[in-house]
C-alpha cells in the first residue's frame, strides 16, 4: 500500500536557513550524501543519504528530441551515474526527471542487495515541481481515479510513475527504507542537470536557443 502523501514529502530540519547546502553534507570521493540532523540541539551527520536527480531534453518538443537523466549521489561517486531516455517512450523533459529518480532507486536497491549501503532514508533531490508534486501529491487522485487527470483523459506517462510508485513501495515494505522527496531550486540540482544535459547531447558549446534544450 502506498504511503500518504504527506509522507512522501521531505521537510528540511532547523539547520540554519534549511537550504540544501546546509542540510546535505557532501565530501569528496564519498560514495554518498548524508542528510544532517538536529537531535537536542546539537547537528550531526545521519545515515540518511540524498541524491539529487535532474532531467533535459535536447529539442524538446521535437520529432528529433533527445532526453537525458542524471543521478548525482555526491562528488567523485562511483555511483553517479547518466544516460539517455531509451527510443521506445516518448522524448521529453518530463519523463526524463522521472527516470532519473527511477534510476537512482534502482541503484538504492541494488546497493542494499548488495549490502554495500546502510540506510533507513534515501532522500531524493529534484528540482522539477512536476516530479515532486506529482509523487507525493497527484498520483493518489490518479490511482483514485483510474489513471484519468482532471479533464478525464489518460495521465501522462503513466507508466513511469507506476514504475516509479511501485519502487518507492518495493523499498518501505521490503527493505524498510523510506523515501522522501524535497523540491529545491535549480542552482541547487546543477550537477545533476549538468549530467542530464551530457547525456542529452546537449554541451556547452551548443546555444540553448538554437538546440531547443529544455529541463525542468
Request: one cysteine or more; proline letters at 4%; aromatic letters at 10%.
Amino acid at each position: 500500500m502506498s504511503a500518504k502523501s504527506s509522507d512522501r514529502l521531505f521537510v528540511p530540519p532547523r539547520i540554519g536557513n534549511s537550504t540544501p547546502m546546509e542540510v546535505i553534507f557532501r565530501q569528496s570521493r564519498r560514495p554518498f550524501s548524508n542528510v544532517r540532523i538536529r537531535r537536542g540541539g546539537v547537528i550531526k551527520v545521519g545515515r540518511h543519504i540524498a541524491v539529487n536527480v535532474g532531467g533535459a531534453c535536447y529539442g524538446n518538443g521535437k520529432p528529433w528530441a533527445q532526453g537525458g537523466s542524471g543521478v548525482y549521489f555526491g562528488p567523485w561517486s562511483p555511483h553517479n551515474f547518466s544516460e539517455a531516455l531509451d527510443e521506445d517512450g516518448p522524448q521529453t523533459n518530463q519523463r526524463a526527471e522521472i527516470n532519473a529518480a527511477i534510476i537512482a532507486l534502482d541503484k538504492v536497491k541494488e546497493l542494499l542487495d548488495q549490502e554495500k549501503l546502510d540506510t533507513s532514508l534515501v532522500l531524493v533531490i529534484s528540482d522539477s515541481q512536476y516530479l515532486v508534486d506529482a509523487i507525493t501529491q497527484y498520483i493518489y487522485k490518479w490511482q483514485d481515479n483510474g489513471w484519468r487527470n482532471a479533464r478525464g483523459g489518460e495521465v501522462v506517462n503513466k507508466e513511469d510513475f507506476e514504475e516509479l510508485d511501485e519502487l518507492i513501495d518495493e523499498l518501505e515494505d521490503d527493505y524498510e527504507v523510506f523515501v522522501r522527496f524535497w523540491w529545491v531550486p535549480k542552482e541547487d540540482n546543477e550537477d545533476a542537470d549538468e549530467m542530464a544535459r551530457q547525456a542529452a547531447g546537449f554541451y556547452d558549446s551548443d546555444s540553448e536557443g538554437t538546440g531547443g534544450y529544455q529541463s525542468e
